[in-house]
């Protein structure tokens, strides 16, 4: 990873997203349910929350995806338009859940498209291509390069998307995001998947885009990842927002604990094994056999 060429721009504490009772319904279901946040720059703050708490639902209601069926979303004191595309223009990027890249383009035109909302060149320009054009391409390609280095995809800038590993195709969305030039990047799960070594790469990378006076609100089920990263942590349950403080306060919370963190994850990887394991050990004679292979299995 290398360091961006841009200056930081950390005013640290001012305010960037101001989301004021915000609410999501869907017919007689109601998603999120008046949940106020706000990310101050050079801040890393988490939303976690059991499964279906609403914590995508309110991305996508600070992103322009949906428009909220009550509440406002300000950012930098300016309410948000109800379109995505103007929320990337006005300042906020975010990443998916489920991994959206251009399979079939390179990796360095993904990061181009990211730039859309910031190159001045217009639709005749590009058909002409005319001098205004070769000169913004060129402004452009550079700064799609530097992104690339800095989330350590330079050499692969001319492999497809699609070749990519896991891992490194989640790093190309952060590198497209990063490419709308915002001042609050929305990460939406960035380690699912990932290994440990990856995730922790991932972290770093993180710590590094808020270096660079980028605020950050992160979706996460990894608990270390958030509670090691995050300056605040805000836990959603059942689309309501349950409590906000720093990790220490968070993880020592009782109504977190039960409504959370005491309970196994939908997709805990250990959890299917543990009881595999149990199931094994009630019924074997040795009841060492089958537990102690599994052990080693993982
Ligand atoms: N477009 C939609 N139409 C109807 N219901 C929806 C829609 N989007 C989300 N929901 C519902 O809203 C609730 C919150 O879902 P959401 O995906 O926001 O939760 P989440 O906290 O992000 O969950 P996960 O951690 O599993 O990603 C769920 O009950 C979900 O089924």
Redesign the pocket.
Known sequence: MTTMTTTATTTTGQTVLDARGVTMR??G?T??RGVDLTVRSGEIVGLI??????????FNCLTGLYTPTEGEVRYKDTVLPPTSYKVTAAGIARTF?NIRLFANMTVLENVLVGRHTRTKEGFWSAVLRGPGFHKAEAASRARATELLEFVGLAAKADHLARNLPYGEQRKLEIARALASEPGLLLLD?PTAGMNPQETRATEELVFAIRDQGIAVLV?E?DMRFIFNLCDRVAV?VQ?EKLIEGDSATVQGDERVVAAYLGEPLENDPGAAEAAEVEAAEAHADTPHDTAAGKENDR
Request: aromatic share 10%.
């Open positions: 869907f017919g279901l998603a999120v929350g059991p499964n279906g708490a609403g914590k995508t639902t309110f859940q799960e979706i089920h959603l689309g």
